[in-house]
């Protein structure tokens, strides 16, 4: 089976600041897929990022930055310089070999405050 | 560029009562199809995906169905509605193949009274 973990329910920080949020995940598949969604109060899923099993490399796309570890079954997504308009529900999620969806975490309500 | 699309935005139905909640995908062909839901305060969970026309995928038994009577058509239903079926309810889509990332429509607001 597999699981997503985001133990931070609530992250509250004040504009400008950098924050990280953890995503932690188990499966026994050797090949899979790690994904990063956001969620604005509209209620839209906006996909963030995609990161395969086999490429460990971190990425950096503007003030957002993707740390894979393996080692620690981690997955953790980089914000910089947050911004009020950062504000949201980040979800991160799994997907195996399959062909099926995906498995989400909880998701962490991100609280940018100006 | 693809869209997808979901109507109706939002809905209060009775218990008791049908539910017909559909997605359309333009732009692409052959995709897989998704149907999650959200439900108050917590994450989004898999009901059914879809590989090809009339090819449906059960991931939770529940009095929900899906059909897929068009490529680019998924269809969510009910024949009686429960009070533990309100919630978020988000289709989505990806190219064929496990790589791919998803694709989340707008979604429909469902509350059951």
């Known amino acids: 089976a597999q699981k997503v973990t985001q133990a931070q329910t609530e992250i509250s920080v004040v504009e400008k600041e950098d924050v990280t949020l953890d995503c932690v995940y188990e499966t026994r598949d050797t090949t899979y897929y790690l994904f990063w969604y956001k969620q604005p109060p509209s209620g839209e899923l906006v996909f963030l990022i995609r990161r395969n099993s086999f490429d460990e490399q971190n990425e950096i796309s503007g003030r957002y930055s993707w740390n894979f570890q393996k080692s620690t079954s981690s997955f953790n997504f980089t914000i910089t310089a947050s911004q009020v308009v950062d504000s949201a529900v980040y979800f991160c999620a799994l997907r195996g070999g399959g062909a099926d969806g995906l498995t989400f975490g909880k998701g962490t309500h991100l609280i940018i405050q100006p | 560029s693809q869209t997808i699309h979901q109507w109706p935005a939002t809905l209060v139905q009775p218990v008791g009562s049908p539910l017909s909640l559909e997605c359309t995908v333009e732009?692409?062909?052959?995709?897989?199809l998704y149907w999650y839901r959200q439900a108050a305060g917590r994450g989004l969970q898999l009901l059914f995906y879809s590989v090809g026309i009339g090819q449906i995928s059960s991931e939770v038994p529940q009095n929900l169905s899906a059909s897929r009577p068009q490529d680019r058509q998924f269809i969510l239903s009910s024949k009686k509605l429960l009070l533990s079926d309100s919630g978020f309810y988000l289709c989505a889509w990806s190219r064929g193949g496990a790589g791919y990332e998803q694709y989340f429509g707008p979604g429909t607001r469902l509350t059951v009274t």
């Open positions: 732009g692409t062909s052959n995709p897989n």
